[in-house]
């Protein structure tokens, strides 16, 4: 259970979760977190009528969008939510779901499942003290910026949601964070999860040693730079970086093609090696930067990414291991994770549960979340805990560094 001692302030309402059908099992998570943290929490205020309904065996609000025939939805409430403070939550990319068109069925797409979001805040009609939306994968957010003719689809699509009268978004690793200058004067928080990535990577392999003699943490392209030196700088060793060289005179897949990726660091040779990125979509540019390490004499290579989307199967990193490129692929559970992959030997889930659970109890105080964002103590505290013990502890307990 999380420190909660400074959780003595007035909630700013009663607390509900909605899960969305994309994120049902992850919100059934954070919810149990909660529940099970507040019902051991000794508050001596429990009792007032102010704090009317803060102990429950559940803070879920059933929602649901059925469809008509034609495909046609609406949103739907199970119970009153005037006064509540919501926090709704949604996955995007979750292309499990299916729904019927006319007697055939389709998968839900990013923008079926942005329109069922839009469709329970509507039913919400304005009665809540206030909405949060916790969108772990932005939506559209590799659509943030303009280059000749296009669409700005993330800027209009938090545009909307503020209109609608969201008065907080929550996001995970942004494509790009910037693109928060389209609501200014707005709720907007970015949120890294460098600590649950590093906890799952200590957990899981025994044998790291980290030193910049035997550890070199690599970004597979100029735009996770910053992500691998917040890395690096953490375990005291260097980074690399690959620069992609692309076609420009054609266009697939919506992109320019990939020619090579181009090497940029010290030697390798010898070194375990992490690469850092926001996302896995179909891996094939991850593993090409993992054989570009590998012919350079890389020991071995971990792969770390926020959402693992896998749009082009399994197969490519399956046989990526058993040909010894790819050592690990790490990936978080804020986004849909196949049952298959849980099967796979060179997979590892960093559960994010935990920590949006500690966000929300935090904000429904009311209570700052800055030191919850920045986890730089807590980081440090398991690298050294890692380095006296060769492995880390289930919970996370402070150690007192050296000055």
Same mark, same amino acid.
């Given at each position: 259970m999380p420190d909660s001692s400074h959780l003595i302030s007035v909630p700013v309402g009663k607390l509900g979760?909605?899960?969305?059908?994309?994120?049902?099992?992850?919100?059934?998570? #954070?919810?149990?977190? +909660?529940?099970?943290?507040?019902? *051991?929490?000794?508050?001596?205020?429990?009792?007032? %009528?102010?704090?009317?309904?803060?102990?429950?065996?559940?803070?879920?609000?059933?929602?649901?969008?059925?469809?008509?025939?034609?495909?046609?939805?609406?949103?739907?409430?199970?119970?009153s939510v005037r006064g509540t403070d919501l926090y709704l939550l949604v996955d995007v990319m979750n292309h499990s779901i299916t729904y019927n068109v006319c007697g055939h069925p389709n998968m839900m797409s990013p923008d079926d499942h942005f329109s069922d979001l839009k469709r329970v805040i509507a039913a919400i009609g304005g009665k809540s003290?206030?909405?949060?939306?916790?969108?772990?994968?932005?939506?559209?957010?590799?659509?943030?910026?303009?280059?000749?003719?296009?669409?700005?689809?993330?800027?209009?699509?938090?545009?909307?949601?503020?209109s609608m009268g969201v008065d907080?978004?929550?996001?995970?690793?942004?494509?790009?964070?910037? #693109?928060?200058?389209? +609501?200014?004067?707005?709720?907007? *928080?970015?949120?890294?999860?460098?600590?649950?990535? %590093?906890?799952?990577?200590?957990?899981?392999?025994?044998?790291?040693?980290?030193?910049?003699?035997?550890?070199?943490?690599?970004?597979?392209?100029?735009?996770a730079m910053h992500r691998a030196i917040y890395f690096a700088n953490h375990f005291g060793v260097d980074v690399g970086m690959f620069y992609k060289r692309r076609d420009y005179s054609t266009i697939v897949n919506g992109k320019n093609p990939i020619v090579a990726?181009?090497?940029?660091?010290?030697?390798?040779?010898?070194?375990?090696?992490?690469?850092?990125?926001?996302?896995?979509?179909?891996?094939?540019?991850?593993?090409?930067?993992?054989?570009k390490l590998k012919e350079h004499k890389a020991r071995r290579v971990y792969a770390l990414a926020t959402f693992g989307l896998f749009t082009a199967g399994l197969e490519i990193f399956d046989q990526a291991y058993e040909e010894g490129i790819i050592e690990k692929v790490i990936t978080t559970n804020l986004t849909y994770q196949m049952p298959e992959l849980f099967e796979r030997p060179w997979y590892g889930s960093a559960d994010m549960s935990k920590y949006i659970a500690t966000l929300i109890d935090h904000l429904n105080h009311d209570v700052s979340i800055s030191k919850l964002v920045d986890q730089s103590e807590r980081i440090q505290a398991r690298i050294q805990e890692y380095k006296e013990n060769g492995t880390i502890t289930d919970n996370y307990r402070p150690i007192r560094l050296e000055q």
């Open positions: 979760i909605i899960p969305l059908q994309s994120c049902k099992p992850l919100g059934e998570k #954070v919810d149990s977190y +909660i529940a099970r943290w507040r019902a *051991e929490r000794q508050h001596e205020h429990k009792d007032n %009528i102010t704090f009317s309904g803060y102990e429950k065996d559940s803070y879920i609000v059933k929602s649901s969008c059925p469809r008509f025939g034609s495909g046609e939805a609406k949103g739907t409430l199970s119970e003290k206030r909405i949060t939306v916790i969108m772990p994968f932005l939506y559209e957010s590799r659509q943030h910026k303009r280059s000749g003719r296009e669409s700005l689809d993330c800027a209009i699509a938090l545009k909307e949601l503020i907080y978004i929550i996001t995970f690793d942004a494509h790009d964070p910037r #693109v928060q200058n389209a +609501i200014p004067l707005d709720g907007f *928080e970015n949120i890294m999860p460098t600590y649950q990535f %590093i906890k799952t990577l200590l957990r899981t392999t025994p044998d790291l040693e980290l030193d910049k003699d035997h550890l070199m943490v690599i970004s597979p392209d100029e735009g990726h181009e090497f940029l660091g010290d030697s390798v040779e010898g070194k375990d090696v992490i690469i850092v990125d926001d996302m896995i979509a179909s891996g094939e540019s991850m593993l090409d930067v993992a054989r």
